[in-house]
């Protein structure tokens, strides 16, 4: 198979998601307090009115609405206090006609009430008597019995990831645990002589293990489970049975290295070797990245990315990413915050392929000034300095400076 034969960026990930259709990691049940950034199994439905009861949001009085209109300050009206509602305790009385209850923020209101007036809106000559100096509507000051969630409505849908505002409704429902997808383990292999892992003394013509930490960082980032299987030299018995192995566990295998077509590169090899389908593209039009594989081995998605880490970080967040989530059976996807800026130079593409360059931004003015870092893939530090990335579509030839562009945020906005 000739990798220069590369397909286009929108039908390489159209290609994936072909391949992983009704592939889905299996649900496990965790404790609520877990379930954050986990992707819901099953729609998750309210089991009661929230609240439970209709509750004042004010410190004042529960009175019947009717009774206070045309109350101001010069014509009061005038209510009896029959009692008062304790935090934590139910409200037992039902109020009449011109009858008032004192409550407090948070007290259940009493039958009979429709509305609580604030007490900076009252006087009281006794404690039996209550001067009313304004009218209150209908539902004021109170948020009434299922107001905010009602039983049997669906507060997380299925597919969708769990935040922590799904976390405080579902407490406050009483839900302690949630059937949530399990997260996707994935398998990083590193391949080349030339690779010694971070805690070895770098010897002549040695370059540390990047990759492994870098993208094992990226794909922790995005909720995976992450085991790194080591340096797999140059050897095709080697890599086949590491591969083998990686499988096994794992619901997602990613191949450092060796997916170009040089002699001593084995991963298609590796990957037609175990099963099929095997291979199902080798190349995309995308700069950095070009000489990107994949492939599966029966239900297992295989990404051979670039060893060059700059190019296999941004593999990996064009295609990679994309696959984790329909692994995990997301349905629902944010894309990433994005900033306009001016370009701050001209950019040359080549049409046909998608470019991708890092961008560091400048304030200028209330808008950005987008400096592209322009350097080889293999330079790790181009990452460290960039704000964001920079996406130049296939059907441009690049852009002038001046022009105004949007950069995808990879650095908190913070």
């Not at 206070?68 to 005038?78: D, H, V, Y």
Request: hydrophobic letters at 45%.
């Amino acid at each position: 198979m000739d990798f220069f034969q590369c397909l286009p960026l929108d039908k390489a990930r159209d290609r994936i998601a072909g391949s992983l259709a009704g592939v889905t990691v299996a649900p496990e049940t965790v404790l609520l307090i877990d379930a954050l950034g986990r992707v819901a199994a099953q729609d998750l439905r309210s089991p009661e009115d929230l609240p439970p009861f209709s509750r004042s949001t004010v410190d004042g009085f529960a009175v019947r609405s009717a009774d206070t209109f045309g109350a101001s300050e010069t014509a009061p009206a005038f209510f009896v206090v029959i009692g008062e509602v304790f935090m934590g305790q139910a409200a037992p009385m039902e109020l009449a006609p011109g009858q008032a209850v004192a409550i407090p923020t948070g007290g259940m209101v009493p039958a009979g009430a429709d509305a609580v007036i604030m007490l900076e809106y009252t006087e009281q000559p006794d404690r039996q008597t209550l001067l009313a100096l304004k009218p209150v509507a209908p539902g004021e000051n109170m948020v009434a019995k299922g107001e905010d969630v009602s039983a049997g409505r669906r507060m997380v849908k299925q597919g969708q990831k769990i935040t922590p505002g799904h976390i405080g409704v579902l407490a406050a429902c009483g839900i302690t645990e949630v059937l949530v997808r399990q997260r996707v383990k994935v398998a990083l292999i590193s391949t080349g002589d030339e690779l010694v892992d971070i805690h070895e003394t770098v010897q002549m013509g040695q370059i540390r293990d990047v990759n492994s930490y870098a993208l094992g960082a990226m794909l922790k980032e995005a909720g995976c489970q992450v085991t790194l299987m080591g340096i797999v030299r140059d050897c095709g018995a080697d890599f086949i049975e590491a591969l083998q192995k990686a499988t096994k566990d794992h619901h997602l295998v990613i191949i450092s290295g060796g997916s170009s077509v040089g002699a001593r590169d084995y991963t298609v090899e590796a990957i037609n070797a175990l099963g099929d389908p095997g291979v199902l593209f080798h190349g995309i039009a995308v700069k950095p990245g070009k000489p990107t594989i994949f492939g599966m081995i029966h239900q297992v998605p295989i990404f051979g990315l670039p060893g060059h880490p700059v190019a296999a970080m941004v593999v990996s967040e064009q295609v990679v990413k994309p696959a984790l989530r329909l692994l995990s059976g997301q349905s629902e996807y944010t894309e990433p915050y994005r900033v306009s800026a001016s370009l701050g130079r001209n950019l040359a593409s080549t049409p046909g392929r998608d470019d991708f360059f890092w961008i560091r931004l400048h304030p200028q003015g209330e808008s950005y000034r987008a400096e592209p870092i322009l350097g080889k893939s293999g330079l790790i530090g181009l990452i460290t300095e960039a704000d964001g990335m920079l996406h130049i579509p296939a059907d441009q030839s690049g852009l002038y400076d001046g022009e105004q562009v949007k950069i995808m945020l990879t650095r908190s906005r913070e």
